[in-house]
């Protein structure tokens, strides 16, 4: 059984070799300024410098994004495809983490500030196992009939809802959003997505 501490680790400060170029909200598949066109500075927790300056976004690029997101949900692929269809593309996301991990837990010890360690040797791995797990959810659910006096016929379908919104804790953010955003795709829902402040 592995071990983690919150204590303070004797470990080089990482800094992965990347170019941070995504630093804007990603509404409606494209990346945008804010509407305020305000940023803010994510910090190194470890050292205190300046990872980037991000969209400081607000009610109305919230609006914006539950507009696109909705219209997704309405008009999109997503809802309307086979189960069997979003378990594949959950899967693929899933292995696509898998076989990129050493680099995400660079960068999650890089923003987070957490041990290299436990970024890739826990929190990564449970992550991929969680999308494998609610990919294998999607072609699981079912409706139900059940029995009823008379000549009736009472059945229950599930269906998705519509937009999903989630706020991931700045705590093992990459453990929340599996937890949160798995099921929400693997029931066909769309997302809007916010990290906490606290993350950056």
């Not at 804010?34 to 050292?47: C, E, I, M, N, V």
């Not at 999308?131 to 008379?150: E, M, N, Q, S």
């Not at 009472?154 to 804790?169: D, K, N, R, S, T």
């Not at 955003?181 to 693997?186: D, E, I, R, S």
Request: net charge negative; glycine share 6%.
């Amino acid at each position: 059984m592995q071990r983690y501490t919150t204590a303070t680790v004797l470990e080089e400060p990482i800094t992965p070799p990347v170019q941070v170029n995504y630093t804007k909200l990603l509404i409606n598949g494209q990346f945008v300024d804010s509407a305020s066109g305000k940023t803010f500075p994510t910090l190194d927790p470890r050292t205190g410098e300046v990872i980037a300056h991000v969209s400081e976004g607000d009610a109305e690029d919230v609006n914006r994004a539950v507009s696109a997101a909705r219209k997704a949900f309405d008009e999109g692929p997503w809802p309307k495809m086979s189960a069997y269809e979003r378990s594949r593309i959950i899967l693929r996301f899933a292995d696509l983490v898998e076989k990129h991990m050493q680099e995400l837990a660079q960068l999650e010890t890089w923003d987070n500030g957490k041990p290299y360690e436990q970024a890739l040797k826990a929190e990564l791995p449970l992550f991929v196992r969680l999308f494998h797990y609610y990919a294998g959810w999607a072609d699981k659910i079912h409706g139900l009939t059940v029995p009823a006096d008379g000549p009736h016929h009472v059945q229950v379908l599930h269906e998705p809802i519509g937009v999903a919104g989630q706020i991931i804790p700045w705590n093992f953010p990459l453990l929340m959003y599996a937890w949160k955003v798995g099921p929400a795709l693997a029931c066909g829902n769309t997302i809007v997505l916010k990290s906490a402040e606290q993350h950056h």
